[in-house]
């Protein structure tokens, strides 16, 4: 490294890391300089190998080669982490293109670009799309006139055993009974008997064979709409509790709480002889020095500082009245909190709440409707609010879930199933625009149902606002989502069964005892991303229900994080990747007085970025509008300050 670079080996961290006998990030990049003869791919394979490519590898390759090239130039003088030219450690594109030429190749074509008496037809065609539409009264129509049509065997594959049950199910409704087989290898030995097959299998995609006939049709072919969820081995169930609970060992310095004492600085465990016998203590610090030592055995008397900033714990002195006088405070605010919990509570039980409980075929059918497949946690979480909502007492469920998990249906599935019972719903939302959002996603999944949704909204005129109320009042819209303006004396309900609020830490102390009074009377659903403190203990007490909803939907990864001195080719690379991948980026920005600044410099060195700028000092329309904007990907890079905490689901935002 040192004879072929002019490094300074005290500032090169590749050479640090070798010299320490360790294997640093992208060391592959580096193997040139380990042997002295490197080989290719082609210098494994035997002289009769034949090679199978799929269409548009080499003009892939010639775009890679391109990319690496143009950050070799950026990044080739960088003496801390030095590289060696693209050509000594990858594939020339026109070499690959001469291994191709002199290699027994078979190349994929789509047939509309096969050239004339070049290409072998290989006898196979894509599955056609038979849709399976559950709420049509004949729901598998296309599939049972290409069965009956198809001059060979059928085999219709599921993703698992439950999937297949219940598409057997639906096509047994429908007069289809596929035979049962374990397996392809089962399939394949029937090759005298005609008909169709059901089985498991984990096909991508369907397909035809045109000699011997066999068609093979998945899920994609018989749902087309609906993206699954790939299967997971389920997880033992953990109560929510464990995974709040679960808190490390207590660290050397942090501040903990003594009953009788109050705050000090934990310092670790000593040995002190009591009598004749050497007995362990935990050493706590208190204000000017003082040291207090608690017997392992009376480590009931001590928990965790549960207080903001632990750093900045503020100690009390060992003697003092500050203990005394703060728990006289707090016994005396639990026994407010508890008088009022308490009325609530009693007027939750007293009230004979009418359940509420949609037709089960109904629900199903309406379930079948969500494009994805349910994640365990969030199967659990649906489970819960409909058991809740079929109970005669109002439901108080919290159910938390980080932004894109899937706390959405779970609000959906709950709001159906009052709507079908006659009630209406309430979904409440701090910003207009998450407003907006949520109005857009119900209605998507209440299209095809005899659900009526509205929105009340800013980007509405006040006229239309006035007459959306009227309507809630004369019980011709079901379903509302607006504001903290749904809360005001004037929004009158006809029959009001469900309220949902989303995101409730963002809600102000009026609203939220509007929200206490509600409670009382009717079903309440909370969703949140993070769970206000109150909420939480509440929650932990069994005075609200909690449900998580821990696993990542599909195609959802480790968040991975870099941190790097300011780089601008580094930072130009990562813009690209995200770009190139038609995805948007949130840039941020901790600064108001110099954002616009920043905005013009990314746009300098990033010049095919769209980008705008968002801060909270912007009026609260116009910053309504750029999050509308991004979220309707008109621009693709938001330089932004801490206001994208708004718990907007922007999928295609990766990167910032």
Same mark, same amino acid.
Request: proline residues 6%; aromatic residues 8%; hydrophobic residues 40%.
């Given at each position: 490294?040192?004879?072929?670079?002019?490094?300074?080996?005290?500032?090169?961290?590749?050479?640090?890391?070798?010299?320490?006998?360790?294997?640093? #990030?992208?060391?592959?990049?580096?193997?040139?300089?380990?042997?002295?003869?490197?080989?290719?791919?082609?210098?494994?394979?035997?002289?009769?190998?034949?090679?199978?490519?799929?269409?548009?590898?080499?003009?892939?390759?010639?775009?890679?080669?391109?990319?690496?090239?143009?950050?070799?130039?950026?990044?080739?003088?960088?003496?801390?982490?030095?590289?060696?030219?693209?050509?000594?450690?990858?594939?020339?594109?026109?070499?690959?293109?001469?291994?191709?030429?002199?290699?027994?190749?078979?190349?994929?074509?789509?047939?509309?670009?096969?050239?004339?008496?070049?290409?072998?037809?290989?006898?196979?065609?894509?599955?056609?799309?038979?849709?399976?539409?559950?709420?049509?009264?004949?729901?598998?129509?296309?599939?049972?006139?290409?069965?009956?049509?198809?001059?060979?065997?059928?085999?219709?594959?599921?993703?698992?055993?439950?999937?297949?049950?219940?598409?057997?199910?639906?096509?047994?409704?429908?007069?289809?009974?596929?035979?049962?087989?374990?397996?392809?290898?089962?399939?394949?030995?029937?090759?005298?008997?005609?008909?169709?097959?059901?089985?498991?299998?984990?096909?991508?995609?369907?397909?035809?064979?045109?000699?011997?006939?066999?068609?093979?049709?998945?899920?994609?072919?018989?749902?087309?709409?609906?993206?699954?969820?790939?299967?997971?081995?389920?997880?033992?169930?953990?109560?929510?509790?464990?995974?709040?609970?679960?808190?490390?060992?207590?660290?050397?310095?942090?501040?903990?709480?003594?009953?009788?004492?109050?705050?000090?600085?934990?310092?670790?465990?000593?040995?002190?002889?009591?009598?004749?016998?050497?007995?362990?203590?935990?050493?706590?610090?208190? @204000?000017?020095?003082?040291?207090?030592?608690?017997?392992? @055995?009376?480590?009931?008397?001590?928990?965790?500082?549960?207080?903001?900033?632990?750093?900045? @714990?503020p100690l009390h002195s060992l003697g003092g009245e500050?203990?005394?006088?703060?728990?006289?405070?707090?016994?005396?605010?639990?026994?407010?909190?508890? @008088?009022?919990?308490?009325?609530?509570?009693?007027?939750?039980?007293?009230?004979?709440?009418?359940?509420?409980?949609?037709?089960?075929?109904?629900?199903?059918?309406?379930?079948?409707?969500?494009?994805?497949?349910?994640?365990?946690?969030?199967?659990?979480?649906?489970?819960?609010?409909?058991?809740?909502?079929?109970?005669?007492?109002?439901?108080?469920?919290?159910?938390?879930?980080?932004?894109?998990?899937?706390?959405?249906?779970?609000?959906?599935?709950?709001?159906?199933?009052?709507?079908?019972?006659?009630?209406?719903?309430?979904?409440?939302?701090?910003?207009?625009?998450?407003?907006?959002?949520?109005?857009?996603?119900?209605?998507?999944?209440?299209?095809?149902?005899?659900?009526?949704?509205?929105?009340?909204?800013?980007?509405?005129?006040?006229?239309?606002?006035?007459?959306?109320?009227?309507?809630?009042?004369?019980?011709?819209?079901?379903?509302?989502?607006?504001?903290?303006?749904?809360?005001?004396?004037?929004?009158?309900?006809?029959?009001?069964?469900?309220?949902?609020?989303?995101?409730?830490?963002?809600?102000?102390?009026?609203?939220?005892?509007?929200?206490?009074?509600?409670?009382?009377?009717?079903?309440?659903?909370?969703?949140? #991303?993070?769970?206000?403190?109150?909420?939480?203990?509440?929650?932990?007490?069994?005075?609200?229900?909690?449900?998580?909803?821990?696993?990542?939907?599909?195609?959802?990864?480790?968040?991975?994080?870099?941190?790097?001195?300011?780089?601008?080719?580094?930072?130009?690379?990562?813009?690209?990747?995200?770009?190139?991948?038609?995805?948007?980026?949130?840039?941020?920005?901790?600064?108001?007085?110099?954002?616009?600044?920043?905005?013009r410099e990314l746009a300098e060195l990033v010049p095919?970025?769209?980008?705008?700028?968002?801060?909270?000092?912007?009026?609260?329309?116009?910053?309504?509008?750029?999050?509308?904007?991004?979220?309707?990907?008109?621009?693709?890079?938001?330089?932004?300050?801490?206001?994208?905490?708004?718990?907007?689901?922007?999928?295609?935002?990766?990167?910032?």
């Open positions: 490294l040192r004879e072929r670079f002019p490094i300074d080996p005290r500032r090169c961290p590749v050479y640090q890391d070798l010299k320490g006998g360790g294997a640093p #990030a992208g060391i592959e990049y580096y193997l040139p300089l380990f042997f002295d003869t490197t080989a290719t791919l082609f210098d494994y394979l035997p002289p009769s190998a034949l090679l199978a490519l799929d269409a548009g590898v080499l003009e892939s390759a010639e775009a890679f080669w391109a990319q690496t090239g143009e950050r070799y130039e950026q990044r080739r003088h960088d003496i801390e982490r030095p590289i060696l030219p693209p050509a000594e450690i990858l594939l020339p594109t026109e070499h690959l293109r001469q291994q191709f030429n002199a290699t027994p190749l078979i190349e994929t074509v789509a047939r509309e670009h096969a050239r004339f008496g070049e290409a072998a037809d290989l006898g196979v065609q894509p599955a056609p799309d038979l849709p399976i539409n559950v709420r049509d009264a004949e729901p598998a129509t296309a599939l049972k006139s290409f069965l009956a049509s198809y001059p060979g065997r059928v085999l219709l594959a599921s993703d698992s055993p439950g999937r297949r049950e219940a598409l057997q199910e639906t096509l047994g409704a429908a007069g289809i009974k596929p035979s049962v087989v374990a397996n392809w290898e089962d399939f394949a030995a029937l090759a005298d008997e005609a008909g169709s097959f059901a089985t498991v299998a984990a096909f991508d995609n369907g397909f035809a064979i045109s000699e011997p006939p066999i068609c093979v049709l998945t899920e994609r072919q018989l749902y087309p709409d609906r993206a699954g969820q790939p299967r997971r081995r389920r997880r033992s169930d953990r109560d929510p509790d464990s995974i709040i609970r679960d808190l490390s060992e207590i660290a050397e310095g942090s501040p903990i709480v003594h009953e009788d004492h109050g705050v000090g600085r934990y310092r670790g465990l000593v040995t002190l002889d009591v009598g004749d016998t050497p007995a362990e203590f935990l050493e706590i610090e208190y @204000a000017k020095g003082d040291k207090l030592y608690v017997p392992v @055995a009376q480590l009931h008397l001590v928990s965790r500082y549960s207080g903001a900033s632990p750093d900045a @714990a500050q203990w005394e006088k703060a728990k006289r405070r707090a016994a005396q605010k639990v026994r407010d909190v508890a @008088a009022e919990l308490l009325e609530i509570q009693a007027r939750r039980e007293a009230r004979e709440g009418r359940a509420l409980q949609a037709d089960r075929a109904m629900y199903e059918q309406f379930a079948a409707g969500f494009p994805f497949e349910e994640t365990p946690d969030q199967q659990q979480a649906i489970e819960a609010v409909i058991d809740d909502l079929a109970r005669e007492r109002p439901m108080d469920r919290v159910v938390c879930g980080d932004v894109g998990f899937g706390k959405t249906e779970v609000a959906v599935r709950a709001a159906f199933a009052a709507a079908m019972a006659g009630k209406q719903v309430a979904v409440l939302v701090p910003t207009t625009l998450l407003a907006q959002q949520h109005y857009q996603n119900f209605r998507d999944r209440f299209a095809d149902w005899p659900v009526r949704v509205d929105v009340l909204s800013r980007f509405k005129s006040a006229k239309d606002n006035r007459a959306e109320l009227d309507r809630v009042e004369r019980g011709e819209i079901d379903v509302i989502v607006g504001t903290h303006r749904l809360l005001q004396e004037d929004v009158k309900f006809k029959d009001l069964g469900l309220v949902i609020v989303d995101e409730e830490q963002r809600f102000g102390v009026r609203q939220k005892e509007r929200l206490k009074a509600l409670r009382a009377e009717v079903h309440l659903l909370t969703l949140t #991303a993070t769970p206000i403190p109150r909420t939480l203990n509440m929650s932990m007490a069994g005075l609200r229900d909690l449900s998580l909803i821990a696993t990542p939907p599909q195609n959802r990864v480790a968040v991975k994080t870099f941190i790097t001195p300011w780089d601008a080719s580094q930072l130009r690379e990562a813009f690209q990747r995200e770009l190139a991948r038609g995805g948007q980026i949130y840039f941020l920005h901790n600064q108001v007085e110099s954002i616009e600044r920043r905005a095919e970025a769209r980008i705008r700028i968002g801060h909270g000092q912007m009026p609260e329309r116009e910053l309504e509008q750029v999050m509308l904007d991004f979220h309707r990907q008109r621009f693709n890079v938001l330089v932004a300050t801490t206001i994208i905490e708004s718990g907007i689901d922007i999928p295609n935002a990766n990167t910032i």
